[in-house]
């Protein structure tokens, strides 16, 4: 049975973490591919205006 791990991570003085879903294609196949990053809420916007 899975356990809920939400509630214990919400501490008063802990950072607000946020998951990334950036989809990027891929020039070999042309197909579509999936990246997934967890960061800090502060860093979300510089990272999804950087194109890699």
């Given at each position: 049975?899975?356990k809920?791990?939400?509630?214990?991570?919400?501490?008063?003085?802990?950072?607000?973490f946020?998951?990334?879903?950036?989809?990027?294609?891929?020039?070999?196949?042309?197909?579509?591919?999936?990246?997934?990053?967890?960061?800090?809420a502060?860093?979300?916007?510089?990272?999804?205006?950087?194109?890699?």
């Amino acid at each position: 049975m899975a356990k809920k791990t939400v509630a214990s991570l919400k501490k008063a003085d802990a950072k607000v973490f946020v998951k990334v879903i950036r989809m990027v294609k891929n020039e070999h196949t042309g197909g579509y591919q999936f990246n997934e990053q967890v960061m800090p809420a502060e860093e979300v916007d510089k990272a999804l205006a950087a194109k890699k």
